[in-house]
């Protein structure tokens, strides 16, 4: 599947999935954080032990982002409560959604021009 849009902002842009991942320019991640400056693969844990830790990159951004995306595979699973409150207290808001939703979110949301960030779980993660 593609994903075309009409101009591209600066940063990485999801142009479809490929091969169980997430296809940015010449480069297929199965799972990865971003942020407007740039994509890099992640290995994440289990959804349950997420922590402001494990998405760090995301919260040093400056500024920090308005919101962070988080793509939890094949449905939605809500991240621990103390992950939401951590990212809180920093003023960064979290959007939980599957992951083809949080990439195409992401491609939607810096087309705008918006300064937000992205972790994202493998397609077909299942908790």
Request: negative net charge; proline residues 7%.
């Given at each position: ?22 296809r940015?320019?010449d ?20 959804i349950a032990t997420?922590s ?11 500024p ?6 988080l793509?939890?595979?094949?449905g ?14 920093q ?8 992951s083809?939703?949080a990439a ?7 087309q ?6 992205a972790?994202?779980?493998p ?5």
């Amino acid at each position: 599947m593609r994903l075309e849009h009409e101009s591209a902002p600066d940063g990485p842009i999801i142009k479809g999935f490929s091969g169980g991942g997430f296809r940015i320019d010449d480069n297929v991640y199965t799972a990865l954080l971003l942020t407007p400056a740039g994509a890099h693969g992640w290995t994440p844990p289990a959804i349950a032990t997420l922590s402001a830790s494990d998405v760090a990159t995301l919260t040093a951004l400056d500024p920090l982002p308005e919101f962070v995306i988080l793509g939890t595979g094949v449905g939605l699973i809500h991240p621990s409560r103390t992950l939401v409150t951590a990212l809180e207290a920093q003023g960064i808001g979290i959007e939980v959604m599957d992951s083809r939703a949080a990439a195409r979110a992401w491609s939607v949301l810096r087309q705008e021009g918006r300064w937000i960030a992205a972790a994202l779980y493998p397609l077909d993660h299942r908790g």
